[in-house]
């Protein structure tokens, strides 16, 4: 019950998956895989996927307000 409780108490996340996000301290953009609360830890949490330099595919959890939309203008 205290589980239900704290799941659906939280606050609706600010992304949705999908949407292409990158860290507010800057490096690559990034895929949100999911979004939404955790067992471990309050508030919304994002899982997002980018391929890194070598091309490999790589995954991390973030705090949503750690996060902001990528800018939709490509560079040149």
Do not use: H, Y
């Amino acid at each position: 019950m205290q589980l239900i409780k704290r799941l659906t108490g939280q606050a609706t996340p600010m992304f949705r998956t999908g949407e292409v996000l990158k860290l507010k301290s800057g490096g690559r953009t990034m895929t949100a895989t999911w979004a939404g609360p955790v067992l471990f830890a309050p508030g919304n949490w994002m899982i997002c996927q980018w391929f890194s330099d070598a091309g490999e595919l790589q995954q991390e959890m973030f705090p949503e307000e750690t996060l902001e939309r990528a800018s939709r203008t490509l560079a040149a």
